[in-house]
Each structure stands twice: as structure tokens, then as C-alpha cells.
């Protein structure tokens, strides 16, 4: 079983749709979670980080996490075309320590 | 503008031949890594490198090896090409462990093919 599982998708979705992007992990001791957003031809940017439990919200981008489900989501709203690409999970146990990354869900967002 | 450039953005090369790849970065940054990216497997860590001439092997190592002799540059060798090689490359660099979080800062990659 792999410590970070997340769907490949693709996903595709009409402008204006909410998406939500989901990943479970095995790991208990991962603390700190990431979403990271990748363009076809470019290395992947930090989208989103969250710490522990709970929601961030950043603009139209919502980060959830369920320590107690083991499941981390990224939703975001109001979906504009630009924001077709590739959005990978990624969890770590503590600052400093080895990031495990999620397979990376493709998300296509049609105008 | 914080950078992370690569040699190469696509490279032919044949079985057997020696492959340099080259990440430079210019952040003054301690953490360099190297990843594979396939499809459906995600980013698998081949090596990564907390300072000047240390490394440590990540969950794929076989067949790879890695120079670090200056803190912007870190290169991943493949000793001998091969085609189950052929993979996207990525370089990352992040500050570090005393950062608040472990954002790492990707390079735009290197398609390698191994013919």
C-alpha cells in the first residue's frame, strides 16, 4: 500500500464548477500538509500548506484536513480555465523531515 | 524572482551512454533533491543533498548517483542508460529544517529518453 494515495483522474469540469481534489494517507505521523499545483511543461508551485487539522482558505482555494480519516482535501471554487493542471498532495512528518507525494490528479476545466 | 534552473529540457540519449543532469539554484538554500515523475506514480525521490559534498539515498537510488560540490549546483548521473530510465526529472531545492514548513522549489524539468 503506498503511504499517499490520490486519484490520477482526469477530472474534467465545466467553468464555474466547485472541484474537489481528495488524497487519504496511511501515515499517522504526518503533520504537515501541502498542495501543489503543476502546468503541463513546468515544475510544480506550492499552492497551499496546512499544519495539523483543520481548513485554510486562500482566495477561491479551500485546504481541509481530517487527521482522524486519514484524508486531506483541496476545493476550489468558481473554476476558471486557467486553473486546468495537474494538483499533487504532499504530506511530511515534521519540518525538515521527507515529503511523500500523492500521484497527482489531472483536472481539466473547460470554458 | 527565486529560480531553479535545470541543464536541459529534453535529452536524447542511447543505452548504455553516461547522462549528466544539471540543477542550479539561487536561493542559498541547504536542501537540493531529485525526483523521477511517471504517471500514475507521482514524484518518487531518487537522492537528496542537505549540504556541500553530503548526500542521502532516497526511495529509488539504483543506478543513479549524485554530485554536490557547491551549495547552488547539485548533478544526478545515470552510470550507464537505460531504458526503464526514461522518466521526467525534477529538481527541487528548499531552505533548511529551522523553515516553518517544507515548501520545495521545483525546477521545469528535464524529459529524458533513453533510446
Known amino acids: 500500500q503506498k503511504e499517499v494515495e490520490q486519484d490520477p483522474g482526469p477530472l474534467s469540469v465545466p467553468e464555474g464548477a466547485i472541484v474537489s481534489l481528495n488524497c487519504t494517507y496511511s501515515?499517522?505521523?504526518?503533520?504537515?500538509f501541502m498542495w501543489y499545483r503543476q502546468y503541463s511543461r513546468k515544475g510544480p508551485e506550492l499552492l497551499m500548506y496546512?499544519?495539523?487539522?483543520g481548513n485554510k482558505e486562500d482566495g477561491r482555494f479551500t485546504a481541509q484536513v481530517d487527521k482522524s480519516s486519514k484524508y486531506i482535501s483541496l476545493f476550489i471554487r468558481d473554476s476558471q480555465p486557467s486553473d486546468s493542471a495537474t494538483y499533487l498532495c504532499?504530506?511530511?512528518?515534521?519540518?525538515?523531515?521527507?515529503?511523500?507525494f500523492g500521484a497527482g490528479t489531472r483536472l481539466f476545466v473547460k470554458a | 524572482d527565486v529560480k531553479v534552473t535545470q541543464s536541459s529540457r529534453y535529452l536524447v540519449k542511447r543505452t548504455g551512454e553516461k547522462v549528466f543532469l544539471e540543477c542550479v539554484q539561487d536561493?542559498?538554500?541547504?536542501?537540493m533533491f531529485w525526483y523521477r515523475q511517471d504517471p500514475g506514480l507521482g514524484l518518487r525521490l531518487i537522492y537528496f543533498?542537505?549540504?556541500?559534498?553530503?548526500?542521502e539515498k532516497g526511495d529509488i537510488p539504483e543506478g543513479y548517483s549524485v554530485s554536490r560540490e557547491k551549495k547552488e549546483r547539485f548533478s544526478l548521473i545515470l552510470e550507464s542508460a537505460s531504458t526503464n530510465q526514461t522518466s521526467m526529472y525534477l529538481c527541487?531545492?528548499?531552505?533548511?529544517?529551522?523553515?516553518?514548513?517544507?515548501?520545495?522549489?521545483f525546477g521545469p524539468g528535464t524529459r529524458l529518453t533513453v533510446l
Open positions: 496546512t499544519y495539523s487539522s
Open positions: 527541487a531545492s528548499s531552505p533548511s529544517s529551522g523553515s516553518s514548513y517544507n515548501e520545495q522549489f
Open positions: 543533498s542537505y549540504d556541500v559534498k553530503m548526500k
Open positions: 501515515n499517522s505521523a504526518f503533520q504537515y
Open positions: 536561493m542559498d538554500h541547504e536542501n
Open positions: 504532499a504530506m511530511s512528518a515534521r519540518t525538515g523531515f521527507k515529503t511523500i
